[in-house]
């Protein structure tokens, strides 16, 4: 996989209040799938919402991006030319939007899009997948919500699915 290591400037407030640069650095992406397929780049979990912003941040390397029930994730996702994820459900409300190249999001119906740099999605807690069926690079910038359970109609609540290191 190309290296791909996004900066993170981190902002904070000093002991007396004022504004202050808490870190400047290169994250380096999670490739638990294997170097052909998603890498993740955490940058920010939040466990709930609103948030502290007084909190001290862990590190989040080797993360799986996975949004806590009731708070908040910003991550970069790279998928290389023939990579995919596995078929997966998030309790969240994903916002995505495509950075490079372009992401073919296949939902667990058989039915597909295919997303292009500079486009977005709103993603309600849908199973799906993301496969890159391009020649180039994707690389997608997710900011995802805790949501509640889907229920259906007749009361089936659809859980969230793990995918498998």
């Known amino acids: 996989m190309a290296s791909f290591l996004p900066r993170l400037v981190r902002t904070a407030h000093a002991e007396d209040g004022t504004s202050i640069f808490a870190s400047d650095t290169r994250v380096a992406p999670f490739t638990p799938f294997g170097p052909q397929n998603s890498a993740f780049t955490v940058f920010d979990i939040r466990q709930s919402l609103p948030v502290n912003n007084t909190d001290s941040i862990p590190s989040f390397s080797n993360?799986?991006?996975?949004?806590?029930?009731?708070?908040?994730?910003?991550?970069?996702?790279?998928?290389?030319?023939?990579?995919?994820?596995?078929?997966?459900?998030?309790?969240?409300?994903?916002?995505?939007?495509v950075l490079t190249g372009e992401i073919v999001l296949v939902l667990d119906g058989g039915d597909e899009k295919t997303v292009g740099a500079g486009e977005c999605i709103v993603?309600?807690?849908?199973?799906?997948?993301?496969?890159?069926?391009?020649?180039?690079?994707?690389?997608?910038?997710?900011v995802m919500l805790g949501a509640d359970q889907v229920a259906l109609k007749d009361g089936t609540e659809l859980e969230e699915t793990v995918f498998k290191k």
Request: hydrophobic share 30%; charged share 10%; net charge positive.
């Open 63 to 97: 993360t799986l991006p996975r949004c806590p029930p009731k708070g908040a994730i910003f991550c970069i996702t790279q998928i290389q030319p023939g990579g995919s994820s596995p078929m997966h459900r998030t309790q969240s409300i994903d916002y995505i939007v």
């Open 123 to 142: 993603q309600q807690g849908v199973n799906h997948l993301w496969a890159n069926r391009s020649e180039a690079p994707c690389q997608i910038l997710c």
